[in-house]
């Protein structure tokens, strides 16, 4: 029989899932009978922990926030550890320390990318908390990160952007930052996104990066971050999955290839390769996840598999969740050996 704390745990997850027939489906999780499910849904909504609204039948549940801070800063003088201590840290002050600790990292990096990189004279926070996930926004209406990208390498298209920053140690300002922030943060958390203009990136626990067209029109950058106050997430085990057992250095990145090919399109020529390999030599392993890429063309297996490799010896290309049709092309681009590229 699961306790008390184990049931009520599920209801905050079915919940999150969806408010509807909540007590159906708690009853068929643990074989409950409806009546003692419908007796822990009560209990929680007493405790402020769940709230209900609509009639027996059609009663639909959702979460309670157990706290809500928010507030606009000057970005003058702001020091992003300041903000940490009075918005956040109160609200996860009694989670466990590895959660504790991907909060301190992720706000303070995105709080400090407001303040020297967005332009804007503001920058706002909010921070939320409910009995199973804690969130945050950090908000500004500057420029917008992905034109910001986008004029600092001189990409095509915005869009170029989200793919830069799925890659890892990318920064306009490479004097005063590490390039780490967005990409380390992205996989600390249950769910990161970032809207600005049109555009959306995403990345989650349940899938890699994600780029949304037409999801908002967004005025300068909204991040958005959310995890879970039981995860078990480590930020020391994020780092040394992509770093090197040498000298631990951040050495190795995935790079979700179907961020490469705009929507409608097939990944065929030479352009689309270079600008997926663009900043490759930064790493000494890459990673190219290739799920959700049905084929490749042979100008682009070429350029991407011997082209870039004849050239950048020293950096290892890994692809993965390959289809027959890529795999076959791909080998067939390792094969031609020292042979020209050709059209």
Known sequence: MPDKNEIQH??????AESGRDVAKRLADEFGLSRQTANTHLNALVRDNLIKAEGNTKARTYSLAPTHDHNKLYNCDGLQEDMVWREMVSPIVNDLYENVKDIW???VTEMINNAIDHSGAPTVFIRAARNALYTECWVMDKGEGIFNKIQ???DLYDPREAILELAKGKLTTDPANHTGEGIFFTSRAFD???IYSGKLCFMHSSRMEDWLM???SNSEGTNVFMLLLNSSTRVLTDIFNEYASPENFTFSKTIVPVRLAQYEGEKLVSRSQAKRLYQ???KFSRV??????VAEIGQAFADELFRVFPSEHPKVELVPIHTTKMVSQMIARARARGDLEPSD
């Open 279 to 281: 900043r490759f030599e």
């Open 10 to 15: 599920k209801i905050f997850e079915l919940i």
């Open 191 to 193: 769910r990161f996104e």
């Open 287 to 292: 990673v190219l996840d290739f799920g959700d």
């Open 151 to 153: 004029k600092e390498l």
């Open 104 to 106: 301190r990292y992720g």
């Open 213 to 215: 067209e037409g999801h």
